[in-house]
């Protein structure tokens, strides 16, 4: 029998509107947390692990996930242009 495992992060998420005419500057509209309040490298916005076969022999397959809140902003100027 083999064992795997695997590994992904995602770092952060950033979501910019359209560039405004008015300002010149692209609103953001979604960011992760993380990247707002200057968090460190061990803070990742998205973790996903998968194994089969753990070393600890608690399971068979093992899925974690690990993820940090999301702002949103909406901008009803923006909107309506």
Do not use: W
């Not at 460190?40 to 600890?56: A, I």
């Not at 399971?59 to 909107?79: F, G, K, N, Q």
């Amino acid at each position: 029998m083999f064992d795997v495992s695997v590994q992904t992060v995602m770092e952060s998420l950033q979501l910019v509107g359209a560039l405004s005419s008015e300002t010149g500057t692209s609103p953001v509209i979604v960011t992760s947390l993380g990247t707002l309040c200057g968090s460190g490298d061990s803070d990742k916005f998205v973790s996903l692990l998968f194994e089969t076969n753990p070393l600890d022999h608690r399971c068979d397959t093992r899925i974690e996930m690990t993820a940090r809140p999301l702002e949103v902003i909406y901008d009803a100027v923006s909107a309506l242009s």
